[in-house]
């Protein structure tokens, strides 16, 4: 486990190599997340959905492959259990200072072939409303194969359910959600926003970077959490040899921030 640090504190922790079990498609995660009043904005192994990993990249169809954990959802079958599951493993550090962890991966099926490489940048910075955690990535599918990757919702399944990349499992509650021009689950949900603020009574994360296609997964009533959704309505194709690049920005932040403080 390594530690991310801003202003002397212990911000997050970084689980590199959780020894977990398969169907929940071991990956890094960070947790817990805290705010620098130490107040934590992350959960792991909640009842509700045991791979739900802090905060985590996890995409559930990665060519047929699920990186995401649980049932994967099966075409006019619904969520089905799979001896599907892959996981994200550590390679070799690039970097490693209190405030910066780089590192590559790989992204392997349940017979250890390796789907796409990855190297992953994440920084925790100061920021004068608390601090920023920086999380960037780029995967680069095989010389020779197309890699494509793909939701529940590109699988058949209705109700905007376009989940994976990026994503953070809240603490529970039920948080207020808003963005610059919206209020609510609902219509932050599916939008395009350049940012999406997620407010408990102790604590306000600020999520922004979402590029290309790109959309915002976001629940508070069923359980808590945003994702940056890489595969929204459509695969997320990555061709062989080529580089998938995406970087997003949260900000962690004590009490509650109002929209006109959000830049």
Known sequence: MTELVVAGQTVAKYVLEPDIDPTLSPRPYLHPVRTL??????????????????????????????????????????????ED???????????????????????????????????????????????????????????????ELGSPATNGRPGNAGYGGFFWRLPSGTPEVFTATVDGEEKAHGSVEPWVAVRGSEYTLVFSGIADDDHWFVRVGGYPGVCAALAWEQPLAVPAGTALRRRYRVLVADGTLEPETIQ
Do not use: C, M
Request: hydrophobic share 35%; net charge negative; proline share 5%.
């Open 37 to 82: 009043g130490g107040v934590t904005v992350t959960d792991v192994f909640p009842e509700d959905h045991r791979w739900h990993l802090g905060v985590s990249l996890a995409v559930q169809d990665v060519s047929g492959t699920n990186i995401w954990g649980g049932r994967t959802y099966v075409r006019d079958a619904g969520y089905t259990w799979l």
């Open 85 to 147: 599951h892959g996981r994200i493993t550590h390679d070799a550090w690039i970097e490693r200072t209190d405030s910066k962890l780089a590192h590559r991966l790989r992204w392997v099926d349940p017979a250890g072939e390796t789907l796409l490489t990855e190297e992953r940048v994440i920084e925790a910075l100061p920021d004068p409303q608390g601090w920023t955690l920086d999380f960037g990535f780029t995967l680069t599918a095989p010389e020779g194969r197309d890699i």
